[in-house]
């Protein structure tokens, strides 16, 4: 199973950006699909979370402001998840890891995978 970010960059307060992660492989379920964020020096911490049902799980620090979506179109093996941020703030500035809960095809059965990271910067 292959990772794929895409969507950070430098941005002012107050403005928007839009992450996305593309996973793409032996994938039979995608489990969990989100983001973690990890500022240097600090523990990685969730940012957003939606299961298989469409259940989502947000951080009390980006509520309102930040909006998961997937895009899980029948008939592809590619499902990707998009984080919607809007109202940036300084204290978001991190770097941005997607990460998937998957059960495969193939064995091992139950898999966790993380994206490469991708940063985010909110500057004036």
């Known amino acids: 199973v292959q990772v794929a970010e895409s969507g950070g960059g430098l941005v002012q307060p107050g403005e928007s950006l839009k992450l996305s992660c593309t996973a793409y492989?032996?994938?039979?379920?995608?489990?969990?699909m989100g983001w973690y964020r990890e500022v240097s020096g600090k523990e990685r911490g969730l940012v957003a979370l939606m299961d298989a049902a469409g259940v989502t799980t947000y951080s009390d620090s980006v509520k309102g402001r930040f909006t998961i979506s997937r895009d899980d179109a029948k008939n592809t093996q590619f499902h990707t998840a998009y984080l919607q941020m809007n109202s940036l703030k300084a204290e978001d500035t991190a770097v941005y890891y997607c990460y998937v809960d998957i059960t495969q095809t193939i064995l091992p059965r139950h898999i966790e995978v993380w994206g490469q990271g991708t940063p985010v910067t909110v500057s004036s």
């Open positions: 492989g032996t994938i039979l379920t995608i489990n969990t």
